[in-house]
């Protein structure tokens, strides 16, 4: 079974930085793409990045695109999130969750794990 703990949020006041992680069991990371998704209040889960098997694709909702960036250190079976320039609307639980193959996806659908979320708040 493939496990993700989510590490690294907290509190930020506007125009921070917070860098996410996402720790992964298992031997298969390097072969499967990953991805961060984001939750606020009251609001569905959206995308927010992804990353192929090799780190060679990245995607990006247009909301985050140029202020966060995502890498995986495939020999540490981990998956990062760095986010800069934080605003108050990027306030949110954060996910990160594992794809079915190794394209990068922006699609909900195609993430089979999912880890148990970090809580970023961004203060104005």
């Known amino acids: 079974q493939v496990q993700l703990v989510a590490s690294g949020g907290g509190l930020v006041q506007a125009g921070g930085s917070l860098r996410l992680s996402c720790a992964a069991s298992g031997r298969t990371f390097s072969s499967y793409a990953m991805g961060w998704f984001r939750q606020a209040p009251g609001k569905e889960r959206e995308f927010a990045a992804a990353?192929?098997?090799?780190?060679?694709?990245?995607y990006y909702a247009d909301s985050v695109k140029g202020r966060f960036a995502i890498s995986r250190d495939n020999a540490k079976n981990t998956v990062s999130l760095r986010m800069n320039s934080l605003k108050p609307e990027d306030t949110a639980v954060y996910y990160c969750?594992?794809?079915?193959?190794?394209?990068?996806?922006?699609?909900?659908?195609?993430?089979?794990?999912w880890g148990q979320g970090t809580q970023v708040t961004v203060s104005s």
């Open positions: 969750a594992r794809a079915r193959g190794p394209i990068a996806t922006m699609t909900n659908d195609e993430y089979a794990y």
């Open positions: 990353i192929s098997w090799s780190g060679g694709t990245t």
